[in-house]
């Protein structure tokens, strides 16, 4: 089920008060968003490949938005086995 503005509760006062306008129960009711998730392709390579693939497994987002600019980085993971370098290893 999509996100509605009916499933957030109503602030009265202070920072971020629900407007009145929108305190109608069908007005929250019936006003909808899309979530979109947009990211370049190496942002899989730089290690939020995880925390994109919960995201989209768990129906978090809506929508998602990438480049293929890095396939050929992409096929070559899923063909060998890659490892996470540690540049702190490297500190003198």
């Known amino acids: ?3 509605r503005l009916s499933d957030e509760p109503i602030k009265e006062s202070g920072v971020g008060a629900t407007p009145d ?3 109608d ?3 929250r009711k019936n006003t909808k968003a ?3 998730l947009s990211f370049t392709s190496n942002m899989i ?3 939020v490949r995880e925390t994109i693939k919960y995201l989209v497994k768990n129906k978090k987002v809506d929508v998602l938005v990438t480049t293929a ?3 050929e980085e992409d096929i070559m993971k899923c ?3 890659h490892y996470l370098g540690d540049f ?3 500190k003198r």
């Open 1 to 3: 089920r999509a996100w």
């Open 21 to 23: 306008d929108m305190k």
């Open 25 to 27: 129960p069908e007005v």
């Open 34 to 36: 899309k979530i979109f």
């Open 45 to 47: 390579s730089s290690g």
């Open 69 to 71: 600019g890095g396939i």
């Open 79 to 81: 063909i060998t086995p």
């Open 88 to 90: 702190s290893k490297w």
